[in-house]
Structures are given as C-alpha cells and as structure tokens.
C-alpha cells in the first residue's frame, strides 16, 4: 500500500532549536539542529520542513547506538522520535502488536508481560525504539533460536524522502523493506510496525550459570546448549595462554516459576531506582591495571560448581539498566565498543588472534561478551551471520586504539567477517566494503527512494552510503 502525504496532514512548522548530540559511546559528539515532536503529525511536519529548507536529517530516539550511526552528516538536522509511543492495536490470539516507532522494548515489557507476552528479540538494554531495533535489526541471546529483529515484524510504514508513505515487509515492497531492515535510518522515516510478540508463561527466567575454563571449554558449552533459547558467555579479554576464553557461560529460557532473588538481588532491586552515574568519572579510574582485576575478581567470584536458579528478566537481559547513565564511568573520553562476527572454524583461529592482539595491546574491556549466532542472515546492511561473535568494550584512549581496531579489521576482513555498524565509530570506507560485499546493492536500493540524500548520518557519510 503506497500513499503519498498531503500537505493539509502537516502541522505549523516545528521549533528547531542546537543541541549537543551524540550516541551511548559519547564519542563522536556534536551540535546539531534539533525538533522534538510530540505527536505523528508534528513529525511529519518536521520533515516537511527539512525538504522545504533543502537540508538532510536523521531520526534520533535514545541515542543508545554506541557510535555514529544515530547522528546525522555535518550541518544536518535531528528528528526527535521517542514522543511517538502509542500502541495502536493489539491481538491477543496472535501476539501482533501494531505501535508507533518511538515504543521502547521497556514500554512493551511493562504493557505486555503482565498479559503473558514478551518482546521477540532484545538487545542488553531495554531503553531502545522498535524503529531503532529494526535500523540496526539487533540480535539477541537468542538469535540462534529466533533469528533478530527484522524476523518478527511486518507492515511497516515508511515516510520516503518524495513524501510517499510506504508499506512494506517480506512480501510487500521487499527491497526496500530489506533495504531499512539493519540500514541505519537511511531509507526513510519509520512510521509504524507490527511486531509479533512471543508468549511466555512468567517474568522468570530459569538459568544457568557455568564458570568456563578457557575458549575450547567455551565452545564444548555453546555447542551442546543449542536445547536453551538464550545463550551468551561474559569472558575475561585479558586472560593468556591456557586461560584465553575464560569466563561464565550463562543459559537460560523463559518460565512459569517465580523469581526468588537472593539477599543481594533484593537490595539491587531495591536500589535500582536511584543508583546513577551523576557525573563523568576521572579517566584514571579505568586504566589496564584496574580493567585486569576486576576482570580477575568477577571471574573469581562465580563458584566452582554450576549455579541453577530462576531470576527475574531483567538481571538476565538488561544487567547494566540497573544503573543510570553507565557510561559515564568512562569518563568525558567516552568509549568505543568493537563487535564482530567470524565464521566458526575447527580451531577458531580469527578469535584468537583477536584476543591475542588485544592482550598483547596492553588495552582491554571489562564489559567482553562472547556467543555463537545461529543460521539465519539478512541482505544488506543486517549484521548477525552464521559464526562467532565477541563484543568488546574500550575506553577511549584515542589513536592507540584505533590503530588496534585497525589490526583487528584485518584479521575479521581475512576471515570473511565483519564489525556491527550500529556499534561502530571509527570503520574505514575500505575496510567496510571489504566486510559488507552487498554494500553497492544496497545503495542502489537506498538512491532509489532517496536520490537527494535527504536522509543522511555521520556514519554513512564516512561509510560512503549517502
């Protein structure tokens, strides 16, 4: 279904006004023109007149990508889209939700799990958009069981730089549904979706926490818990030799029993509510020293023996939302995350060799996830592919660093691999299309609904996408 928007569904032109921008990482930041619109209509608007006044834009709701894929291209202006957060219908023999873009997977947890339904896919943190959940089309731990986002939406309504509203998924208009499925807001304005959301028996979670010896014991783990929907291992980056890969493997799924948090787990919940990050921390506090022992300590903290224990959905997916503003604990540097996938090979010799480059860097994440994706891959810009993939946190130590993302570049690009652009900061043109080989059909599709470059951000400017 294809309509075109009447100037008669506008608004009176917005209020723009500066504002410092940047993403979850702090790092690039910006000044930019900015709009907040409170209704479906003031959005529109807002975009009217971006295209009246001859500039370019790009959607902002959260800013919880990491890097610069949520700003907009130098000069460009920002639509503000998390007002935008009704519900517009729900069925609930199908579990289909139809909601306005700027619905938070915390919103739709807080609305539909007491209803016995639950978010299909989610990332580590809850306070992201589903219009930003289907630009990056996040995985989550349980991609090798439901794939990522993009699979579980339909009907999606989309504003194209002619004015034309467009309805499209799988089956309708299906290269431009592809096209914004992991595109990076790139292909127009996400208006609305139908999302599918899974039945689940409770807010509990029954899991399994195993203290893993090395990388081999990691894979041993991964390979024979394929039965559990949600995987995902935290591992030591710092650890060497016959330690490299060490960490705890956590498996779990949804259940009908109840929670029963221990002493500490009542106390962060308890708490949650004001702990905060009030200001940025002096960068002294994470050096390579202080990263190693607390690497040391949580590692050393986890028992011998496995845990077994039915906890709350939240310490299980969102474990950093209990503390506000986190990032802050970077300090005003920021940080940089580098994710990656590799395929899986007989000796996974791409994931050690990145971990020996960042042992041997001197440089290392406290914040370090490992997990195996499952089968399911998308065209396009959609990240998730068959394979390994380990997802780093560093502060920002500048040139050092990039010149370690660099080498790690081509150790991912030489084992056919490629780095999250919804994490990304700092990848090259050249390294990009070395990873993304479909990034010219892409952009074929994306000049098509856009030949201005009406839609434009930081990173795809770098990327040569726009």
């Not at 909601?99 to 989610?122: M, W």
């Not at 406290?366 to 998308?378: N, T």
Request: hydrophobic content about 35%; glycine content about 10%; proline content about 5%.
């Amino acid at each position: 279904m294809n309509t075109h928007l009447e100037k008669s569904e506008t608004q009176s032109p917005s209020t723009w006004k500066t504002e410092n921008i940047c993403g979850w990482g702090r790092y690039p930041k910006l000044r930019a023109l900015s709009t907040h619109s409170e209704t479906m209509d003031a959005f529109k608007a807002s975009f009217q007149d971006l295209i009246h006044e001859r500039s370019h834009g790009l959607v902002y709701a959260h800013g919880r990508s990491y890097g610069d894929s949520c700003l907009p291209a130098q000069g460009g202006r920002v639509l503000h889209s998390r007002q935008l957060n009704r519900i517009l219908n729900f069925d609930e023999e199908s579990g289909w939700v139809h909601c306005e873009t700027g619905v938070s997977i915390y919103e739709l947890i807080q609305k539909f799990l007491p209803l016995g339904f639950f978010p299909p896919v989610v990332p580590g943190t809850q306070f992201v958009t589903v219009g930003g959940a289907l630009c990056n089309d996040i995985h989550g731990k349980n991609h090798h069981h439901d794939g990522t986002f993009a699979d579980h939406v339909r009907k999606v309504e989309i504003l194209t730089a002619s004015g034309e509203l467009i309805y499209c998924d799988a089956d309708h208009n299906s290269e431009l549904f592809w096209a914004t499925v992991g595109g990076l807001g790139l292909t127009g304005l996400i208006l609305s979706m139908e999302l599918k959301l899974t039945p689940v028996a409770g807010p509990g979670i029954k899991m399994e926490s195993i203290k893993v010896k090395n990388l081999d014991h990691f894979f041993e783990l991964s390979s024979e818990s394929s039965h559990f929907t949600h995987t995902v291992s935290w591992i030591d980056c710092v650890a060497k030799g016959s330690a490299m890969g060490r960490g705890i493997f956590m498996r779990g799924r949804h259940c009908n029993e109840s929670p029963k948090p221990r002493a500490l787990g009542r106390i962060a919940q308890a708490i949650s509510p004001i702990l905060n990050v009030p200001f940025s921390m002096p960068n002294l506090m994470l050096n390579p020293l202080s990263i190693k022992a607390f690497n040391a300590l949580y590692y050393g903290k986890h028992p011998k023996a496995d845990l077994h224990q039915t906890v709350s959905y939240e310490p299980f997916f969102f474990p950093l939302d209990f503390v506000k503003n986190w990032n802050r604990i970077y300090g005003r540097r920021g940080f940089l995350q580098y994710q990656m996938v590799v395929p899986k090979t007989e000796d996974n010799h791409a994931i050690r060799s990145i971990l020996n480059e960042i042992t041997q860097s001197g440089m290392g994440s406290f914040l370090a996830v490992i997990k195996e994706f499952g089968e399911r891959q998308h065209q396009g810009l959609s990240f998730p592919a068959p394979g390994v993939t380990l997802a780093l946190d560093f502060p920002n130590y500048g040139q050092e660093l990039l010149d370690l993302f660099n080498r790690l570049d081509q150790i991912v690009i030489k084992a056919g691999g490629r780095v999250y652009l919804g994490k990304d900061a700092r990848l090259s043109k050249e390294h990009f299309q070395a990873m993304y080989p479909e990034w010219a059909d892409w952009k074929k599709v994306k000049d098509q609904w856009d030949p201005d470059g009406i839609f434009r951000s930081s990173i795809g400017e770098r990327l040569g996408l726009c």
